[in-house]
Structure formats: C-alpha cells, structure tokens
C-alpha cells in the first residue's frame, strides 16, 4: 500500500527556513513524479513544486521561485522542500503527493497527511 | 496560466438526492482534468482523473464527464459520507498545475 508521510513542519520566523522530508513506501518511488501542494488555513489547494521520476527536471510556482528549492533522494525514497525566506503567506498545511505518472500530465493519486508550517513573529 | 473555476461554492443537498459539480478551464485542458474529495482534518482524495476515470476504490455513484473546458463531477445518490470538499484540478497546461477554489457538498 502506497503510504507518503511528511515531517518537518513547525513554528518560524519570518525569514527564517524549514526543510520538508517525506517519507514514501509501497511503490518504486523513482518510477515517479512527486509534487508538494500546500493549502493555507481555510483556503483551497495551492501546487507548489514538483519533481520528474527521471531526468531530474523540476519546476516551481511563481510564488516560491527563487526561495523553495525541491529535492529527493532515491536511494531513501524521500522527498524534500527546502524552504529560506519564509513568508507570513507561507503559512500553511504541505502535502506530499504522488504523480500517477513518471511526469506531469498526471493526477495526484496518494496524497500525505500534511506537515503544518507556520511563519511568524 | 489555465484559471480554472468551479461551481457552485456550496452545494446544499439531501442525503439520497444527486448532486452535480461543475469545473470549468480557461483554455482547453482535453481530458486532463481530475476532481479530489477532501473532508475535514484529512488529505485530499483522487476520486475521477482523465475526466471520466475513477480511481481505484472509489465507488461507482461517483461519475465524471466533460472534455475541453466544461466539466462535470456527479454524484447520484449522496451518502452520509461524501459530504465535504470537491476540488477539481487540470494537469495538461503545466507548469503551473491548478486547481478549482473548490465546492462545499453540505446536507441540506
């Protein structure tokens, strides 16, 4: 069974950073495309990044360009986000999610439970 | 960027009836559309991708429909525990993949 599972979340500054890992397992994480979606309290769903299961592409919203740098480690089947520069729009619920594809004309098909980032002073 | 723009906001329905969700693209997304189910304190749910496809497990009285920019998420007769939020999102203008501002399914 295909299981995502964020840590890393937690109270910061504005300015300050936050590394996101997620943990995956159930299915042969390098075969796919993985994407971190976040939704502010109250709001809808925001995509934030994702990264290629094969040729290391990535891409980034323009609200995060420049800030938000997204990684993973195959051989660990772990996702990360590192976040610098945090904002109080930051502040919101990250989902880890599961491209159904190696690449992005694909859905979301396992999604994680969320890691809280809140920013503020 | 394809705006993507759902409707209604809230959708009041009685447990029984059917209900029907509509998403609708700026530009053309083909079938590249999916619609995900998310209640309270939990993740989103991939319920319908390819605009018609359901997910695996997701129960037949869930329906999708549409191509281009029109799209409709139905679901026959609701149940106790499809009350929540609906969230359509296309995946064929990318980057950036977007998503619907969402419908509320309430009871009535």
């Known amino acids: 069974e295909e299981q995502l599972l964020e840590s890393g979340g937690g109270l910061v500054q504005p300015g300050g950073s936050l590394r996101l890992s997620c943990a995956a397992s159930?299915?042969?994480?390098?075969?796919?495309?993985m994407s971190w979606v976040r939704q502010a309290p109250g709001k809808g769903m925001e995509w934030v990044s994702v990264f290629s299961g094969s040729g290391g592409s990535t891409y980034y919203a323009d609200s995060v360009k420049g800030r938000f740098t997204i990684s993973r480690d195959n051989s660990m089947n772990t996702l990360y986000l590192q976040m610098n520069s945090l904002r109080a729009e930051d502040t919101a619920i990250y989902y880890c999610?599961?491209?159904?594809?190696?690449?992005?004309?694909?859905?979301?098909?396992?999604w994680g439970q969320g890691t809280l980032v809140t920013v503020s002073s | 960027e394809t705006v993507v723009t759902q409707s209604p906001a809230t959708l009041s329905v009685s447990p029984g009836e059917r209900a029907t969700l509509s998403c609708r693209a700026s530009?053309?997304?083909?079938?590249?559309l999916a619609w995900y189910q998310q209640k309270p304190g939990q993740a989103p749910r991939l319920l319908i991708y390819?605009?018609?496809t359901r997910a695996t497990g997701i129960p037949a009285r869930f329906s999708g429909s549409g191509s281009g920019t029109e799209f409709t998420l139905t679901i026959s007769s609701l149940q106790s525990e499809d009350f929540a939020v609906y969230y359509c999102q296309q995946y064929n203008n990318w980057p950036p993949w977007t998503f619907g501002q969402g419908t509320k399914v309430e009871i009535k």
């Open positions: 530009q053309s997304v083909s079938s590249n």
């Open positions: 999610a599961k491209n159904k594809g190696t690449w992005g004309s694909s859905p979301l098909d396992y």
């Open positions: 390819g605009a018609s």
């Open positions: 159930g299915f042969t994480f390098s075969n796919y495309a």
